[in-house]
């Protein structure tokens, strides 16, 4: 029997593949916010004009993730994420020198191709293959930095504008990513296992003589597929919908302005506590009966907001629910395909699900909006949250009625 820790070396792989996430994760996502302001001001546009290019970004890492996902099983790890680490620092590199806004949405647009290839989904189809025995583990591990690239990147980056500016700041995050991101991908993705290495190993699977015989559309054909399918995009959405109306939401959950804006704060440590609960308990409690309950924390969340509505204390619970819910669920929702449907086809069956993904996220905070309204707030809002979080809970118990490897 294998053990049940990763070794020395192998922990050190995954963390240093976790710094580089943190890197990627803080310049681009939380680096987006504070970059608006200023590129706003200095090309004219308005803040829809702006929003679109996080938009832009979004889906060019949706459309992408099927071939990413693919390559990757195929054995090219190295390539697409040295590639998109390069694309990353290359973008920055243009975005310091726009002038127009054509060009702005160009280098984002160009910026969600090198994500694509450099996010926690293809880290993750990495950490699948190269340690089948204990990739959920190690995925947990990932993303502990991961959880605190605002922490990081949003002061520092705030400081490099106002210290130099946003162009230069800009070109700072581009030699951070083309000097440190590229060759230490470049160097810690070498000797990447191939499919047939992989599937020698991977000799603990139930249905290991079948996954050698499938192909992927067989396993996209099978119902748990689309089970899990329905989990991953309705939680994604649901959970994409609260971070823009955060403050607004604990303004009408009875907050003072002061603890509106302090309490979201805390999201960042809570979601790593959740994920340091899943790693010191990985091999005590049931992994399916964690993936069970963990995931029913964001539903409880909203259902804290529409009971306690108009009391405050509610709302530090609801950020409690979500924030320590939200940081497991980025595993469940990471290791589910490889622990239902096939850990050899992780990435592909993934990347699948990356332009559903990328519509929900960006669909969700809008229909938030869309449905609040001076008398009732967000409360009808936050039902239909609440009810599809319910779905996507039930898609997961239903998909765990079937085999597990």
Same mark, same amino acid.
């Given at each position: ?353 990356? %332009?559903?993904?990328? &519509?929900?996220? #960006? @669909? ?6 869309? *449905? =609040? !309204? +001076?008398?009732? $707030?967000?409360? %009808?809002?936050?039902? &239909?949250?609440? #009810? @599809? ?6 898609? *997961? =118990? !239903? +998909?765990?009625? $079937?085999?597990? %490897?």
């Amino acid at each position: 029997m294998s053990s049940p820790h990763l070794s020395r070396r192998d922990a050190r792989f995954v963390w240093v593949l976790s710094a580089l996430q943190l890197i990627t994760w803080g310049s681009v996502f939380y680096g987006f916010a504070l970059f608006m302001a200023p590129l706003e001001q200095a090309l004219g546009m308005s803040r829809a004009e702006s929003s679109l290019g996080f938009s832009l970004m979004l889906l060019a890492e949706g459309v992408l993730a099927f071939p990413v996902g693919r390559w990757i099983d195929r054995g090219h790890e190295r390539a697409v994420m040295t590639g998109g680490s390069l694309l990353v620092g290359l973008a920055f590199l243009a975005h310091s020198l726009i002038t127009t806004v054509p060009e702005f949405y160009a280098v984002w647009t160009l910026l969600g191709v090198g994500l694509a290839g450099t996010l926690y989904p293809p880290a993750f189809a990495v950490l699948t293959r190269r340690f089948p025995a204990h990739f959920r583990r190690a995925i947990i591990l990932l993303s502990f930095l991961g959880g605190l690239a605002s922490t990081v990147f949003i002061p520092l980056v705030a400081w490099l504008i106002d210290l130099w500016g946003w162009r230069d700041a800009l070109l700072i995050l581009a030699v951070i990513h083309l000097l440190v991101c590229v060759p230490v991908h470049g160097w810690l993705l070498r000797d990447a296992p191939q499919p047939a290495v992989l599937a020698q190993t991977n000799n603990e699977s139930l249905n290991q003589a079948r996954t050698d015989t499938q192909t992927l559309m067989a396993f996209v054909r099978q119902p748990t597929f689309w089970q899990l399918a329905l989990f991953v995009v309705l939680l994604m959405g649901v959970t994409s919908a609260l971070p823009a109306h955060m403050v607004s939401l604990l303004r009408e959950a009875g907050m003072t302005d002061s603890w509106a804006l302090a309490v979201p704060a805390s999201i960042g440590v809570l979601q790593v506590m959740g994920r340091l609960g899943l790693y010191l308990t990985e091999h005590r409690v049931n992994v399916h009966a964690a993936n069970r309950w963990v995931t029913l924390l964001i539903p409880l969340g909203f259902l804290t907001l529409l009971i306690g509505a108009g009391h405050g204390g509610w709302g530090v619970l609801f950020v409690v629910f979500y924030g320590v819910g939200n940081g497991m669920l980025t595993i469940v929702k990471g290791t589910v395909m490889a622990q239902y449907v096939s850990r050899e086809h992780m990435g592909s069956l993934n990347g699948l699900l990356g %332009l559903p993904m990328a &519509l929900a996220r #960006a @669909a969700a905070p809008w229909l938030m909006g869309l *449905l =609040w !309204s +001076a008398e009732a $707030g967000y409360a %009808l809002g936050l039902w &239909l949250m609440f #009810a @599809a979080s319910l779905v996507g809970v039930a898609a *997961l =118990w !239903s +998909a765990q009625k $079937g085999p597990r %490897l």
